[in-house]
């Protein structure tokens, strides 16, 4: 019972959802939650209890097989531009939840959100305002999401861009970083940059031009 209630737990299901699919009483699951939450107070890291990518997110990009990571719709429009949703125990019946925009073919993390404190219904609808703009959304391993957050700031630095300073407050939530991506960015294995409504196009021109030969990476900008 107890891993079958942690397995849902993952999916981000409520108490109220698990006893409903399990068919049993509130009571029975309550206890059971408040258990696999405190399993992870000694190593500091409060449980995930809910991860999500939107769908499209592995378009253009090079992902190592072995780990098994799977987008349920590729081609569905991304381009480039990848949103990760995290939520962790805050309470027993509450969630911190961060959010991050990564540009994974060139400027790594755009824009981050949070933490923020929901219960299970305010997670619901922000989930679904979160990816109101993609042909859908998945759940994810947290790995997934490290690697692509994570990893694509570290691509972006070698291309000579630094994440939103948003960042810093909801890193944590990804979990500790040490170790290479298992994704190669960029579209296709090239940096390529989409002009954004609030990017300063030709400063970013300007810094890839510092690292790079026009030759080595792609561009579009509004500008002619």
């Not at 006893?19 to 309550?30: Q, T």
């Not at 059971?32 to 499209?56: Q, S, Y």
Request: one cysteine or more; charged letters at 30%; aromatic letters at 8%.
């Amino acid at each position: 019972m107890k891993d079958r209630v942690r397995e849902l737990r993952l999916q981000g299901r409520s108490p109220k959802e698990i006893a409903r699919a399990l068919k049993v009483a509130p009571s029975v699951v309550a206890p059971l939650v408040r258990a696999i939450a405190a399993e992870t107070a000694p190593t500091g890291d409060p449980e995930v209890v809910g991860c999500w990518i939107n769908t499209g997110w592995s378009d253009g990009l090079d992902v190592d097989p072995a780990r098994g990571w799977v987008d349920e719709a590729p081609g569905s429009g991304a381009d480039g531009m990848v949103c990760v949703l995290v939520a962790r125990r805050h309470t027993w019946d509450r969630m911190t939840v961060c959010g991050y925009l990564a540009d994974v073919y060139c400027l790594g993390v755009k824009n981050a959100i949070g933490p923020d404190v929901f219960d299970d219904l305010e997670l619901r609808r922000f989930r679904e305002y979160f990816f109101g703009e993609y042909a859908g959304w998945q759940e994810a391993p947290i790995e997934l999401a490290r690697h692509l957050v994570l990893g694509s700031v570290d691509h972006a630095r070698t291309l000579g861009f630094e994440p939103d300073e948003e960042i810093t407050p909801v890193a944590d939530a990804l979990g500790a970083w040490d170790e290479k991506s298992a994704i190669t960015f960029g579209r296709d294995g090239r940096p390529f940059y989409v002009e954004g409504p609030h990017d300063d196009a030709a400063k970013v021109l300007r810094t890839l031009r510092r690292t790079l030969s026009d030759d080595d990476f792609d561009y579009v900008t509004a500008a002619p």
